[in-house]
C-alpha cells in the first residue's frame, strides 16, 4: 500500500521528427527538453545481459533526467493520435521515490 495525493496536470507536449521532446507547463514555462531514444538502443537499459532488460521493447522511447541525486527515467510510446508515458524518479536508494502515470491528446 502507497500514500500521497494524486494530482491533475496539464501541459503542453511537442515532439520533432527527430525526437526532440519538449514539454511547457499550463502558463507556458518550459519544464523539459529532452531526446527520445528507443529503449533497445538505450545501453543503460537494454543489451541483452542478466541485470538489464530481456526484451527489446520495440516502439517504447524513453529519455531520463539527472538532476543532483535524483534520477528521472521516462518512457513512452506512441498510439494513434496520441501518446502514453509514465515517469519514475528515485532518490537514491531506501530514499522515497515519485512515479506519473499520462496522455497525450493530438
Not at 538505450?42 to 533526467?65: E, H, I, M, S
Amino acid at each position: 500500500m502507497e500514500s500521497g495525493t494524486a494530482s491533475l496536470g496539464k501541459a503542453t507536449i511537442t515532439i520533432t521528427a527527430g525526437g526532440g521532446i519538449t514539454v511547457q507547463d499550463a502558463q507556458g514555462a518550459q519544464m523539459l527538453t529532452a531526446t527520445l531514444t528507443p529503449v533497445a538502443d538505450t545501453a543503460y537499459l537494454y543489451d541483452g545481459t542478466v541485470n538489464k532488460l530481456q526484451d527489446p521493447c520495440w516502439g517504447l522511447f524513453t529519455f531520463r533526467v539527472i538532476n543532483g541525486s535524483s534520477q528521472q527515467d521516462v518512457f513512452v510510446t506512441f498510439l494513434d493520435r496520441s501518446i502514453l508515458f509514465s515517469s519514475f524518479t528515485s532518490n537514491g536508494v531506501n530514499n522515497p521515490y515519485d512515479y506519473l502515470y499520462g496522455t497525450g491528446l493530438k
